[in-house]
């Protein structure tokens, strides 16, 4: 198949390109259709039924073959698979309430089969591998990385993601260039992809509003789940559910396994040097206040110093306060210019021997700022502070590396990152959370209790007390799998464009103030309108469809820095396009002339 790829000049072959990729994605889960599949010796494990009106092609127990947990001694030590000393299963004596404090999942310790290729949300598409190739041979070929951008090939019909004719993110461009400075590492030639098809994998975005087609520009406050997360937590409830670590029986088995791959997936995709180093919490923030009320409870101390930036969201500022108020603590904020960006040198003035702790975001929600990240933690360090980095904004639009940001902890909501609400994490180095006391207590969280004492699990373990978000954290981890599978870096590409492409429109229209021009955005066009209350803008969008917030954000300390209580935020993601930036454009456009239609 490769073979017909190339032409006798090495050139691809756009035609058998087109083909490969029609087929590609006609089988990939939320696209699946039994029809479109040529051969079903072709999908793994085809020896299962494909099942009437379902995207899975394996029975559960075929699913689960080979996976129970090996329960008769709880305390086995396992080979370590991976290399960072997990070697432990989970402690599942039932009622025990509790794993054994490091993960290794039943499936990596005990499997002689590989499970994950079982799953159908983990499985490689047919054809997925030779199109990989065929398309790495058109980006090492193609010069097209220099092409200017060109909205239309993005609105074109083509019927695949990949189009010859859009730009490619090469390595040359981004690869670990610190391009915004912020650890937040770019690369790896990858291609674009065709957004009308990746809108059809996400259900919400069909659906009509005030008899309008829904145009979602909310996204900073919540994105929406494509097919592949909700068919993920629908598997999960109808195959897999039970409680974690805990009881002697198959589903246990299923739901420990799912639940700890998720917790993989999230050590990849945030580069993680071991899942012991991934907390599942309730969202961005749980996690914060985890920080504040473990740590910060436990080694901050009178007279103590806590700098954050005048960016940050109410999440980032309240749990600091409260912690402050209770311990006598200093808080202390970087300012920012008049377009948004942090000044350095202020930040430079403010830290002393006092300083203990710098929590900042990595992307403002407010005004899209991007910070200068990696500076901003290796300066704390230098003072000998900790560092928080409050990825919220930043996990859905750019590449995350924990390793090379170096911050102490990182945290983040799935619901930001295309998964479910109520599930999010944190991230802490493996012996800072080992060394730091627990946020809650309760079963899971234990080695031993007696009513004098408790020996605490370590890390994760021990900052899950009690039966946590066991379905939400396996559908992050499927909404993980999603985002992987398009590409951070063809998101960040395209949605860099479609941001500069909205703000230039928008910054034409008549006594339109953005709010934020910071030349490293992404996501965000916050402004307002001469004349209109930003209530009066969002209902006028919302009548026509368009989902936007307006109000304060959770950011009012930075509306006010710009002499506002409120701003205007359509905010964007890659299923946005070029066309509903127009309709968005053109409604608040005409907004003077309707006034009296809307507002009289
Ligand atoms: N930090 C930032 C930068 C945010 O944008 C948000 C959500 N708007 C949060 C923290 C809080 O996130 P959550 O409500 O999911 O806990």
Redo the contacts with the bound molecule.
């Keep these: 198949m490769s073979n017909a790829i190339n032409d006798p000049q090495g050139l691809p072959d756009v035609h058998a390109l087109e083909k490969l990729a029609n087929a590609y994605f006609s089988a990939l889960p939320g696209n699946y259709n039994a029809a479109d599949v040529p051969s079903a010796e072709l999908l793994p494990h085809s020896n299962n039924q494909i099942q009437e009106n379902s995207t899975f092609t394996h029975s559960p127990s075929a699913i689960y073959q080979g996976n129970a947990i090996d329960l008769s001694d709880p305390q086995t030590s396992l080979p370590d698979s991976n290399g960072l000393g997990l070697g432990h299963v989970p402690k599942s004596t039932a009622g025990s309430g509790g794993p054994s404090g490091n993960f290794n999942t039943a499936k990596q310790a005990n499997n002689p089969f590989n499970i994950s290729s079982l799953l159908p949300f983990e499985a490689d598409q047919p054809y997925e591998k030779e199109l990989q190739k065929a398309l790495a041979s058109v980006s090492s070929y193609s010069p097209s990385s220099q092409l200017p951008f060109n909205p239309s090939a993005i609105l074109s019909e083509n019927s695949y993601y990949f189009s010859s004719g859009i730009q490619f993110v090469t390595s040359a461009d981004t690869q670990n260039s610190g391009r915004y400075g912020n650890g937040v590492v770019t690369g790896k030639s990858q291609p674009s992809f065709n957004v009308n098809l990746i809108r059809n994998d996400f259900p919400l975005l069909s659906e009509q509003v005030n008899g309008k087609p829904l145009i979602w520009l909310d996204n900073?406050?919540t994105t929406q789940k494509p097919r592949q997360v909700i068919d993920r937590l629908n598997y999960f409830y109808a195959h897999e559910n039970s409680n974690i670590h805990r009881a002697a029986h198959e589903l246990a088995a299923r739901s420990t396994d799912a639940y700890e791959g998720a917790r993989q997936k999230v050590q990849r995709f945030i580069n993680a040097r071991s899942p012991n180093e991934i907390v599942f919490v309730?969202?961005?923030?749980?996690a914060?206040n985890l920080v504040a009320n473990s740590w910060g409870d436990e080694y901050l101390q009178q007279g103590d110093e806590i700098i954050l930036t005048h960016l940050?969201?109410h999440?980032?500022i309240v749990p600091w306060q409260l912690l402050a108020k209770k311990k006598g603590l200093k808080i202390r904020v970087i300012p920012v210019d008049d377009d948004g960006q942090l000044l350095l040198d202020e930040y430079a003035k403010l830290l002393n021997p006092r300083t203990k702790l710098v929590s900042f975001?990595l992307?403002?929600?407010a005004l899209g700022t991007i910070t200068p990240a990696k500076q901003i933690v290796a300066m704390a360090h230098a003072a000998g502070a900790k560092v928080l980095a409050?990825g919220?904004?930043s996990v859905s639009h750019i590449r995350t590396d924990v390793q090379a940001l170096d911050a102490d902890w990182f945290v983040f909501?799935g619901?930001?990152v295309f998964g479910p609400t109520g599930i999010?994490i944190l991230y802490g180095k493996e012996d800072l959370l080992n060394s730091t006391q627990p946020y809650q207590g309760g079963g899971n969280m234990i080695e031993d209790v007696t009513f004098e004492h408790t020996q605490f699990h370590q890390a994760p373990a021990r900052f899950e007390a009690g039966t946590g978000n066991i379905a939400d954290a396996v559908g992050l981890g499927a909404a993980i799998d999603y985002v992987q599978k398009i590409g951070i870096d063809n998101i960040y590409q395209y949605e860099h464009y479609l941001l500069d492409y909205a703000s230039h429109k928008l910054a034409q229209i008549p006594g339109l103030r953005p709010i934020g021009t910071a030349p490293d955005k992404t996501s965000v066009l916050s402004f307002v309108l001469d004349g209109f209350t930003t209530a009066e803008v969002g209902e006028a969008l919302s009548r026509e469809g368009i989902a936007v917030r307006s109000g304060h954000?959770?950011a009012q300390p930075i509306l006010r820095r710009f002499g506002l209580e409120a701003t205007v935020r359509p905010s964007l993601a890659f299923y946005n396009t070029c066309a509903e930036v127009d309709t968005l454009v053109a409604v608040v456009g005409g907004l003077k002339s309707a006034k009296q239609i809307y507002f009289h």
């Design positions: 900073a406050a309730r969202g961005t923030t749980e914060i940050e969201h999440a980032n975001t992307v403002s929600n409050d919220a904004q909501s619901h930001k999010g954000h959770c």
